[in-house]
């Protein structure tokens, strides 16, 4: 898999892009800077299929109305229990001050827990993870042994709960029984900061050992 990872927003959030060895991509929670996004998809010759979200936060999601109507694809994802962060995404732009974003709705929810996703080449599985907001997915692509779990688990951290729909006892949850119950050496690439593995965090991980 090719993966290339481009920090958007004063956030630093890691928006990532994937793709193929025919040029078949996808993007992964383009919080912002679409202009960027647009010149690097198109400098690579990529040929973008679709939009995936983990979850509705505007500095994960903030970009994905102008990719769309550039590219002509489909936003999918993330869980429908999110619809209220997409539908407030007018008061999180005003509260963070980081850009104006119209209030929009995915083409699609992804609400069955571990259905399969072909796109880009690749067979994601969908992992309902709820706790950092109750909708919040992840995308785990077991053949190569690499996930995108957006803002539930990072290097020796974990997700803020303190969001309203926010839950800590959730987020340990998904955490302990659903990304801890994957392979050691899957690679976790996580909504902002550095890569880490299962295994890594297992061990190290000061919230959840």
Known sequence: MNIEIIPVTAFQQNCSLIW?????????????DAP?????????????????LTHGHL?????APKLKAHFNVEIL??????????KAL????QKFGLFEVDSFLPDRWLDQDKQMLDIAGYQFEVLHLPGHTPGHVGFIEHNQKVMFTGDVLF?????RTDFPGGNHEELLASIRNKLYSLPDDMIVIAGHGPHTTIG??????????
Do not use: M, T
């Open 59 to 63: 500095d994960h999601v903030g970009a």
């Open 155 to 159: 290097k020796q951290s974990i997700g």
């Open 77 to 86: 994802g993330p869980h429908s229990a999110d619809e209220y962060w997409f």
């Open 36 to 52: 960027k996004l647009i010149k690097r998809i198109e400098e690579l010759a990529l040929n973008l299929q679709g939009i995936l």
């Open 20 to 32: 193929d060895d025919e040029k078949n991509a996808a993007i992964i929670d383009p919080g912002g």
């Open 200 to 209: 890594q965090e297992k061990a190290q991980n000061p919230f959840v050992r």
């Open 90 to 93: 007018p008061q999180q732009s």
